[in-house]
């Protein structure tokens, strides 16, 4: 399935999950759908206080409340 579940300029929750170390837990914005990739719908999110974007797996994002 190529559906993205989240659109650009919404807000969600990095929650990367099994991998210790890794990220930082928090709110953040789309920037960017990616290509699918044929297994996971990945995206583009960034924090406003850093100065750049992380790549992220649907898998390792929620919607934030």
């Known amino acids: 399935m190529s559906d993205h579940k989240f659109k650009i300029g919404q807000t969600v929750r990095f929650v990367r999950k099994n991998i210790p170390g890794r990220g930082a837990p ?3 914005a789309v920037t960017r759908m990616m290509p699918f990739d044929g297994i996971e719908a990945s995206y583009r999110i960034k924090a406003g206080h850093e100065g750049h974007e992380r790549a992220v797996r649907e898998g ?6």
């Open 26 to 28: 928090g709110t953040y």
């Open 60 to 65: 390792e994002i929620e919607r934030a409340t």
